[in-house]
DNA sequence: TTCCTGTGCG
DNA sequence: CGCACAGGAA
């Protein structure tokens, strides 16, 4: 039996009345319906869609992830399109959303479901999150707009209208205390609706005040992208992607940047996958 | 400058 | 846990 660590946090255990329950949830669906948005991933139901559509809004941000939502399932309409797709068109596609090695992860994670779950995009979190780049929020997104099912989640959104909502006046507010909130609050008939009333308040709260998201303990803040190794990173797989086959001297003489860090860089996404060496030459494949 | 529906690694 | 990871827009 192992003993819990020293809990300060009285709030968690603090359940709500009935009656504030009921008005927070009407307080949410009343502020989504007049504050609706319209995005391609709330038009379907195909939980590879979803998906493919919760990976892409792991870092980045709605408006930049809806247009390429819909180039991306275009280019591969299903988790066999993808998991068959050549790795190069995949991450060309990817360009200009950032993050190329979740690029990555979903052609891998659309590979496994084809070997192991036959081709069906498992419905337990457990299945889900034994999958690459699909972490414990990704799971339980997928759980609740792919399949409607009531899972507990937290993202920033989420975040911001419990923070608000329900610890105005704390900082450093642990997940671990909005987690019982977000359970108790989940309107659990219809757990795909009132997932995306949630976040559509939550956009709403972060437009008016704010970022209450900023009180969490979990809240970072991002490091300056200009001059750093990701925009390096950023310029190696473009060089690769147009001119395959470029040796890490002609990369060198393509990108700016120290050589060493470049040569350093390039083996290190090659270690990751985003890219293979063969006889010294390097394609994304 | 700041923001963004996190995940995986050390 | 702390950190790296990309990129465009406000």
Known sequence: MKKKPTDHSPISAVPLAEAEI?????TVYAVAQANPRCLPWRETAD????MVSE???????????????VEFVRQFPSVAALAAAKLADV?????GLGYNRRGLALKRA?????????????ATRKELESLPGI?????????????????????????????????????RIHDRDLLPLVELTMDRSQPRLWYNALMDYGVVLKREHPNPSRNSIHH????PFEGSNRQLRSALLKAVLAHPGLSADDVVSKVTGDHE?????????????LMVRKRGKYFVA
């Open 22 to 26: 009921e008005a927070f949830r009407a």
């Open 47 to 50: 939980p590879y869609r979803i």
């Open 55 to 69: 990976i892409m809004l792991q870092q980045t941000q709605v408006d930049r992830v809806a247009a390429k939502f």
């Open 91 to 95: 991450l060309t596609v990817w360009q």
């Open 110 to 122: 659309a590979e496994a479901i084809v070997t192991d779950f036959g081709g069906i995009v498992p």
């Open 135 to 171: 972490g414990p929020y990704t799971a339980g997104a997928i759980m609740a707009f792919a399949h409607d099912r009531p899972a507990v989640f937290i993202e920033t959104n989420i975040r911001s209208v419990f923070i608000h909502s329900f610890f105005q006046d704390r900082d």
């Open 220 to 223: 970072l803040r991002q490091s």
């Open 261 to 273: 860090n470049i040569v350093r860089n390039l083996t290190q996404m090659e270690k990751e996958g």
